[in-house]
């Protein structure tokens, strides 16, 4: 079994992200700008925008932190990022979800102009990516592929299952596996909640991509002996024995699972790290205008 450590990978891309940054700045040229958008106290959106302003600042990136309280309306969120489509300093930006309840999600994702639309959840990144085309690919999806790329993993004609339909993460993940690409070629089959019968299907899984949300979903009894494991759940459980009163599991059983895979992503320190890497990456091919000219 080996470990996929995508903390440390996470630090290797982004130190190669800050070397490009400083030749950047070093010719003049314009310094990445990325602003996020956290609306309301989860702690755990919390967790994640700090991790993505930390990251900006040990890239060299300028970052712009906008908070409100779980009471803004839609109206004033539509209207903050009105403001950000229209400054021309800003590259990218993102809106952290989940949002409250109040406000509509669609309608905050439709309201982000494409070219900065950094998260890739706009329907115009959304549709370019299914097409094959230059687009900002969603963050957690992003890193993935970057993992089993730098792992020198060979997806081409293996068998993946993904786990949970969700827009940002199983939806996608489906289609940039299929694709034809360097990390992709395989053959894809998409499960949810009304999957028949999961087991059978994950049973028969080269890859596994779980994206529940289910704290230790994904038993031994579901994983065929030499998979790839990769997974995607952040979940929150309590522990009275830790400081702050919880810790982090995925929708995996690490413990029980792992001796019968491959490879493997832990968690924390697995997809999390490189899904805020990936964010960098997009926000710095906006500034260079890569995608979009
Ligand atoms: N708009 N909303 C928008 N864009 C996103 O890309 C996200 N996502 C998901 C939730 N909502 C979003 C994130 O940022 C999940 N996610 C995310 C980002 C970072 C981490 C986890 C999820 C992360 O850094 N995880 C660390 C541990 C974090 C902790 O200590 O709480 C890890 O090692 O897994």
Redesign the pocket.
Known sequence: MKLID??GLAHTIKEEIAVEVAAIKEKGGKIPHLAAVLVGDDP??A??VR??VRSCDQCGFQSTLIRKDSSTTEEALLGIIEGLNEDPDIDGF?????LPKHINEENVTLAIDPKKDV?G?HPTNFGRMALGLPSYL???PFGIVQMLDRYGIETSGMHCVVVGRSN?VGTPMSILLSRKAKVGNCTVTLTHSRTRDLSAETLRADIVIAAIGIPNFIGADMVKEGAIVIDVG?NRVDAPERKRGYK?VGDVDFDAVAPKCSFITP???????M??TS?LLNTLKSSKREIYG
């Open positions: 995508g903390k755990a959106s967790s994640y991790n993505k993102i809106v952290q979800l989940p998260d959840f969603p963050a957690t940002i952040i982090l968690v924390p320190g697995g997809v999390g790290p899904t805020v964010l």
